[in-house]
């Protein structure tokens, strides 16, 4: 009777752990069904993570369509590990492979990018000059890192004069380590912000403070040192609860918090950073400084009528697309997916994995005259490193709810070594997979 | 839709080890047949020899942690996170032993085979 009543408790807590991790990272969204045939053209224009998972996921679930891809980038960026790279724990071929190596068998890559979006003629043209047409269209181009728009920044100065910027690429990620490695000898003044418009991973301006502290207590310098976040606004994260256990880590670790500066000018010489505040311009002094661009919609995509018109999303060009099903509003055969879509949350590799099957389904309906209940709840996450060994798994969705995958198993707010061994070794093999169309 | 998938594991992987996933996979199918083929021959757990590889065991779950920790960059403070993390530290220690064990059992046995006289006359 015991022994009974302890065997179906453990196979409850079992089934409970099975359903847990259906929620989250390691589970696979979407089900096999079987193929649709169709003739239908569908075009996929960018093949980051959100392109590559589209098209090997539309290949699972049609049978004769053609799929193409357009992107002129070669190299693949699992951007993801750049964090990891800039903190000097892997080199910087780790986070680069090769494009080609995800196009599933069934679609097609044109190396070109698109130079304009063309939806009332269903089409889109590119800058070699191909005219392609499509009966559907998936836009996932991610963002654009808008170094300009800070004056006197550029990417040719990061990796010089204590200026890091983990986001420009594998190569600025490991520039940045080298600076701040050389930071951790000198000491001096830290300092990092991040930009007032959206972006792609939020944690990771947070994260780099971090690993800058944990660099410097292991080299013996936090003594000489005093690091510095600048926020945005009067938060520290978008996410509420998330925030208030960002302060309390900052206050532990000693990072001084001043809020509402919008970095505006930098000058490598004098190694001034300029913001703008309520109370005016102030300036910051840094040794070191991980300069993280205001991010808009990529050209194309933000003067393209693709873009939101008015509202909050507007200003960067964001694509207009229902927060749910990812469908365009006012074009129904175009989908947006990834960093590029104008949703409130949702800009990590980690949504593009509950993104890119919700909006797969939409267009397979409207292939097959049907309709889908797939619904995209915002999930974001971010493994927020607190210091190298450990992390927060902190995962929500559009309302600011956290949505962990192990509920009452890996705690969300909690600095811990399984989310660090999570981020370290498992999180690229399931991005991989996510390419391939299999998680 | 949303339901467990173990392939979603299987795939994880297969991914995380790349082309190590195979030789892995062979060598523990073959490992467990060599103990199968040990255990019948010698008709039954050799006791003595149990215990050797059981004290070899318990250093290789001391393996299975520091290499865990070598290949995500940590430091012994790191495991004490949480319960979580005790957890997953003593369930890395369990897997390391019992595998190291296994290995170690039938090397053992291997290495004993020419002179079976002498290790039968430890047998109880
Ligand atoms: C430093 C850093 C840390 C991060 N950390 C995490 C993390 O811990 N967890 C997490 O989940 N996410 C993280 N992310 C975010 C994650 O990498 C992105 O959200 C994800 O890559 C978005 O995928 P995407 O397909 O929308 O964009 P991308 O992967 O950037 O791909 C966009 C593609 O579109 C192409 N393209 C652009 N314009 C055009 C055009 N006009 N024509 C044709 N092609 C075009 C580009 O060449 C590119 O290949 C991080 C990102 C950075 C930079």
Redesign the pocket.
């Known amino acids: 009777m015991a022994s009974k009543s302890i065997n179906s408790l453990s196979r409850r807590s079992l089934l409970s752990l099975g359903a847990a991790a259906t929620a989250g990272i390691l589970s696979r969204p979407a089900s096999a069904q079987a193929r649709l045939a169709t003739k239908a053209r569908i075009v996929i224009?960018?093949?980051?993570?959100?392109?590559?998972?589209s098209a090997s996921r539309l290949v699972q679930r049609l049978d004769g369509a053609a799929i193409t891809l357009?992107?002129?980038?070669k190299a693949?960026?699992?951007?993801?590990?750049?964090?990891l790279v800039?903190a000097g724990l892997k080199p910087k071929d780790y986070a680069i492979s090769q494009?080609r190596d995800y196009i599933p068998a069934g679609a097609t890559l044109i190396e070109?990018?698109?130079?304009a979006f063309e939806p009332e003629q269903n089409r889109v043209k590119?800058?070699g000059g191909q005219t392609i047409p499509y009966d559907f269209l998936i836009v996932?181009?991610?963002?654009?890192l808008d170094y300009g728009a800070i004056s006197g920044m550029e990417t040719g100065l990061i990796g010089k004069n204590g200026i890091g910027s983990?986001?420009a690429g594998p190569e600025a990620?490991e520039a940045t380590w080298r600076e701040m490695a050389r930071f951790t000898d000198t000491g001096g003044v830290g300092l990092f912000h991040r930009p007032d418009t959206e972006m792609?991973?939020a944690?990771?301006p947070l994260?780099y403070a971090f690993i800058t502290d944990d660099r410097l207590r292991r080299a013996g310098t936090r003594g000489k040192t005093e690091l510095i976040y600048a926020a945005q606004n009067k938060a520290l994260f978008s996410v509420p609860i998330v925030s208030e256990k960002v302060r309390m880590l900052f206050q532990d670790r000693n990072v001084r918090m001043v809020h509402d500066h919008v970095m505006t000018a930098i000058d490598p010489g004098r190694k001034i950073a300029t913001f703008r505040t309520p109370a005016g311009s102030q300036e910051i002094r840094y040794d070191f400084v991980n300069v993280i661009p205001p991010m808009r919609a990529?050209?194309?995509?933000r003067e393209s009528a693709l873009a939101w018109q008015t509202g909050a999303f507007a200003a960067d060009g964001w694509m207009e697309v229902d927060m749910k099903t990812l469908r365009h509003k006012r074009f129904p055969n175009v989908f947006g997916?990834?960093?590029?879509?104008g949703v409130p949350k949702g800009?990590?590799?980690?949504?593009?994995?509950w993104q890119v099957p919700v909006a797969v389904d939409h267009l397979v309906a409207s292939l097959s005259g049907g309709t889908s209940s797939e619904a995209y709840n915002g999930y974001?996450?971010?493994?927020l490193i607190t210091r190298i060994g450990r992390a927060m798994l902190v995962e929500f969705d559009y309302e600011n709810n956290l949505t962990p995958s192990f509920p009452g198993i890996i705690a969300p707010l909690e600095e811990l070594w399984i989310s660090w061994v999570m981020?370290e070794i498992a999180?690229k093999p399931t991005?991989l997979a996510m390419l391939r169309g299999q998680a | 839709m949303k339901q467990l998938d173990p392939m979603v594991f299987v795939v994880v992987f297969q991914e995380m080890l790349g082309p190590l996933f195979w030789p892995l996979i062979a060598f523990i199918l073959v490992g467990a047949l060599a103990l199968l083929v040990v255990l019948i021959r010698d008709g039954g757990v050799h006791s003595r020899r149990l215990i050797r590889a059981e004290l070899i065991g318990l250093l290789g779950g001391f393996a299975a942690v520091a290499l865990m920790m070598w290949v995500t960059a940590s430091s012994p403070g790191d495991l004490l996170g949480g319960p979580i993390d005790w957890l997953l530290t003593i369930a890395i220690w369990v897997a390391g032993v019992i595998g190291a064990t296994m290995v170690a059992y039938v090397g053992l046995s291997l290495i004993v085979r020419d002179n079976s006289d002498h290790s039968r006359a430890f047998r109880r």
Not at chain 1, 45 to 53: D, P
Not at chain 1, 112 to 115: G, N, P, R
């Open positions: 224009v960018g093949a980051g993570a959100a392109g590559l998972a357009i992107d002129a980038r693949h960026f699992y951007q993801p590990g750049f964090t800039a494009t070109d990018s698109v130079a590119t800058t996932a181009t991610g963002l654009q983990v986001y990620a792609k991973c944690g990771a994260k990529p050209k194309a995509v997916v990834g960093d590029v879509a800009k990590t590799a980690a949504s593009v994995k974001t996450s971010c493994p981020k999180l991005y």
